[in-house]
């Protein structure tokens, strides 16, 4: 449902019921201006926000624990059995 600011005010008690049924927006000359919502959606979104906020840090530590826990293993070739292009063009420079 949709609430203008003065309506919201005068009518604050019914505003806080309906938001355990739906989410209620409240406007401001016809644009969004806030909305009420249930503290259990509130605390989801919050989870939520918090998880987008990780860091790559805090990922790859995340994802080091999994590799311990499945016992995985990077196999890095040594760096003589890649080819490098950039040391490649320098051979074909110097020649």
């Known amino acids: 449902m949709e609430w203008t600011i003065a309506e919201a005010r005068q009518r604050f008690s019914q505003l806080v019921k309906d938001a355990h049924q739906e989410p209620q927006l409240i406007t401001n000359r016809n644009r ?49 059995s890649r080819k490098n292009p950039f040391a490649e063009v320098l051979d074909e420079i110097s020649s």
């Open 32 to 80: 969004p201006v806030a909305a009420v919502l249930d503290a259990e959606t509130f605390l989801k979104f919050q989870e939520w926000r918090q998880q987008c906020r990780r860091s790559l840090f805090d990922s790859l530590q995340d994802l080091g624990k999994i590799c311990m826990e499945e016992n995985y293993q990077l196999v890095i070739p040594d760096r003589l």
